[in-house]
């Protein structure tokens, strides 16, 4: 993953030098068609509650109301470590401007899903005697109440649930100052879907896992960003999204293809992004370039 964002900034950085250089009579604007932008930058995610169920050799339960969170790295001088780069929560995208106001893009949010600790469950389904001897749940059960322990069961997504998406994205452009243009406002309204690349460790029946890799679902979202460009070239921008994951069947033991999570949620996520904008003429007659 580190090599991949690593040489996707490189090739995003290059741009300029292999496009055309060309002076256009007309200053050139962010949201206009011919613009092409990327951003990097980091967040905060929040989960709504939910029925998590684990199927395996011996048990088939589910978890109800069961309660997550994120889990961001602390500030410090790491956010600036090119090797530790993709070890906070972070995001990165690419987009072009395929028409005046409108946009579609490509990237993924690195978000954290972490099973709480101390978790108070409703427990339904049947664990066969024997599979799990360090809890002592054996049987059947039906919403029996039960708070877990992090030693003896744990699930998460630390290490990356990985949300591919893309999006279609309105811009509109609400200021700008005159002359330059050293300044300007715009808002962002989009709509996504994409995958779900998810990296689970999980710990039950005395035996922990970690980094079980699999294409566990979908999401389906919609996000705000509020967009604050500086000399037509550089942006901050901050992000608001939010909707809903499917995850259809999380790989939970690497060794036991038949063991699987399951669960839908709703989600929650803040962003803090830096970006670039570069325009691209599409032709080199004038007369079909992009209106700026």
């Known amino acids: 993953m580190k090599q991949l964002v690593i040489l996707t900034l490189i090739a995003l950085f290059s741009l300029p030098a292999i496009a055309q250089k060309r002076k256009y009579d007309k200053p050139k604007d962010a949201d206009k068609k011919g613009t092409l932008f990327f951003y990097w930058g980091y967040n905060r995610s929040f989960y709504s509650k939910s029925n998590l169920r684990f199927v395996g050799s011996g048990y088939d339960f589910t978890m109800g109301d069961a309660k997550a969170h994120d889990n961001p790295s602390k500030l410090g001088w790491h956010y600036f470590d090119p090797k530790r780069i993709t070890v906070p929560q972070f995001n990165v995208r690419i987009g072009y401007y395929f028409k005046d106001n409108w946009a579609i893009s490509f990237g993924y949010d690195h978000l954290k899903y972490i099973f709480a600790d101390q978790n108070h469950v409703k427990l339904s389904g049947h664990i066969d005697p024997g599979v799990d001897n360090t809890t002592m749940l054996s049987g059947d059960y039906k919403d029996y109440d039960y708070t877990t322990d992090r030693n003896t069961f744990h699930y998460e997504n630390s290490n990356g649930l990985n949300y591919l998406r893309f999006e279609i994205t309105r ?77 259809v069947k999380v790989r939970t033991r690497p060794d036991d293809k038949s063991a699987f999570a399951r669960q839908v949620y709703g989600y929650m996520q803040m962003e803090a992004v830096i970006g670039a904008l570069f325009y691209i003429p599409t032709k080199n007659n004038c007369g079909t370039c992009p209106t700026w």
């Open 171 to 247: 811009s509109n452009q609400w200021y700008r100052t005159k002359g330059k243009g050293w300044f300007a406002f715009t808002t962002n309204i989009g709509a996504s879907i994409g995958g779900l690349l998810s990296y689970n460790d999980f710990t039950f029946a005395g035996k922990k896992d970690m980094v079980t890799i699999s294409m566990s679902g979908y999401g389906i979202s919609g996000h705000l960003g509020l967009r604050f460009e500086f000399f037509r070239h550089v942006f901050l921008q901050a992000n608001y999204g939010g909707g809903f994951m499917h995850q």
